[in-house]
């Protein structure tokens, strides 16, 4: 019966996600989810998920992430430090 229990309350956490909770900026939805699979399987999976519409099969970063493109990143080709180029002395 505990066992039951357990399962059932483990699966309406993943049911019933408190999407309000993540309080996101429309353009920041797609690297937010892009850094959390998971996060992104229970909106797709969440009818009530607000943020369905607004997911994308395209793959973006941050510009942190280690092989993340310039054009991939948050702001796009900003004059940002590339975090991959280590060759050159900024400070």
């Given at each position: 019966?505990?066992?039951?229990?357990?399962?059932?309350?483990?699966?309406?956490?993943?049911?019933?996600?408190?999407?309000?909770?993540?309080?996101?900026?429309?353009?920041?939805?797609?690297?937010?989810?892009?850094?959390?699979?998971?996060?992104?399987?229970?909106?797709?999976?969440?009818?009530a998920c607000?943020?369905?519409?607004?997911?994308?099969?395209?793959?973006?970063?941050?510009?942190?992430?280690?092989?993340?493109?310039?054009?991939?990143?948050?702001?796009?080709?900003?004059?940002?430090?590339?975090?991959?180029?280590?060759?050159?002395?900024?400070?």
């Amino acid at each position: 019966m505990l066992r039951i229990l357990v399962f059932l309350t483990h699966v309406t956490h993943i049911l019933c996600y408190d999407w309000s909770s993540l309080n996101l900026v429309e353009s920041h939805v797609p690297y937010v989810f892009a850094n959390n699979l998971e996060l992104t399987s229970q909106c797709k999976a969440d009818e009530a998920c607000p943020y369905r519409d607004i997911l994308s099969n395209e793959t973006v970063c941050w510009g942190f992430e280690k092989n993340c493109d310039a054009e991939k990143r948050f702001g796009g080709k900003s004059p940002t430090v590339d975090c991959d180029d280590v060759s050159k002395d900024r400070y």
